[in-house]
Nanobody
Framework: QVQLVESGGGPVQAGGSLTLSCAAS????????IGWYRQIPGNQRDQREL???????????YADAVKGRFVISFDNSENTEVYLRMNNLKHEDTAVYYC????????????WGQGIQVTVSS
């Protein structure tokens, strides 16, 4: 059973930086894509919105709200780790952040982290 554990969140002042990490319990092979999502408090639709995404060829895609401020990366040299560097944080970045690793083994399998709180004070 693959587990993803997130770390690096917490409180930060507006304008500050954080780096979220998402560590897998094993090295994950056949990765289709990796991504970070967030859920805003009070979101009535209870939906996670895409923040950053990287496909299997390394192409990245970011939500308009975070372009130029956030960077997604990963390290698969040993156990798989996914990162999200967040710069110039804003109050509206306050959310619970989730990492996702999409794996292919004859069918699509998504591994999700448990979520980590980021709180930006203005």
């Amino acid at each position: 059973q693959v587990q993803l554990v997130e770390s690096g969140g917490g409180p930060v002042q507006a304008g500050g930086s954080l780096t979220l990490s998402c560590a897998a319990s094993v090295k994950i092979t056949s990765i289709n894509s990796i991504g970070w999502y967030r859920q805003i408090p009070g979101n009535q639709r209870d939906q996670r919105e895409l923040v950053a995404h990287m496909d299997g060829k390394g192409a990245t895609n970011y939500a308009d709200a975070v372009k130029g401020r956030f960077v997604i990366s990963f390290d698969n040299s040993e156990n798989t780790e996914v990162y999200l560097r967040m710069n110039n944080l804003k109050h509206e970045d306050t959310a619970v952040y989730y990492c996702d690793i999409e794996h292919w083994s004859g069918k699509r399998v998504d591994f999700w982290g448990q979520g980590i709180q980021v709180t930006v004070s203005s």
